[in-house]
């Protein structure tokens, strides 16, 4: 599989700010799959804001709702779709809650992000019926109409909001749609949410480090991580901008990082 297809990196350097964002904090994670524990950011390790603002990130929400009402309108379909779009969209959604969460303009935000993380984290493709799944979408959509009861803790680890599966999907489908926008970007909200979910994802992506399986080769990801996100970014700018050229530059810097990860971490 090569990266022009499935995107997979992105992130930044850790950067501890105590003035207006809340502390960064530290967990180690025991990883699963066999590979060495590293440090796992409870808070994001970019601020949100340069990644979108709460409007776009706004824009998101419903359109990942709306994607959920078409996949769960049919039981019948259910179990094809429940670890692919349906799994995709209940994992971006809990990437854009923590992503409201830690939003320097948060209080702006009509929707509760950790609630809505929340309500999404509810959907497990592994073990979530179809009823599971349609109380989840249910949830979703009371937090956003703003129902929202109960606690929800302000950070949550972000390698633990998406599997890697459905976010390499995710970041494979969106970039056709990134594609088409530069064919002539016209500056309209619509046209940055794929860059803004790119964004989002390459936050996730930069802490789960499965992959990773010696230790010597963390650098590695690590800048390559940053140098998806910072090509993520300036794919948003630009499309913000209308400027193609420079969208499509970042868009191609973007996978020629992903190509050069792909050489050394999961192989296909």
Known sequence: MRCNDDLASGGSDCRLKTTGRTRLTLCLIGLATGSFAVPAFAQSPVPIESIASIEELTLEVNEQVARLEKGLAMEANYADQKSKGIAQSFGLLACVGQGLAEHANSKDSKINGPALR??????????STYADAQAALEGVKQVVAGNVTGEHAQ???????????PMMEEFNGRSSEILKVLKKPRGKPEEISPAVAWGLLSIAMKVDTHEVKNPE????????????????????EAIRAKDKDA?????DKASETCDACH???HKE
Do not use: C, Q, Y
């Open 118 to 127: 929340d309500a999404a984290l509810k959907f497990t493709a592994k073990t």
């Open 155 to 165: 950070l949550h680890p972000w390698n633990k909001l998406i599997r890697m599966h």
């Open 217 to 236: 080769d963390l650098p590695k990801w690590n800048a390559w991580s940053d140098e998806f996100r910072d090509s993520t970014i300036k794919l948003a």
């Open 247 to 251: 969208g499509r530059a970042a868009f």
């Open 263 to 265: 050489e050394v971490f």
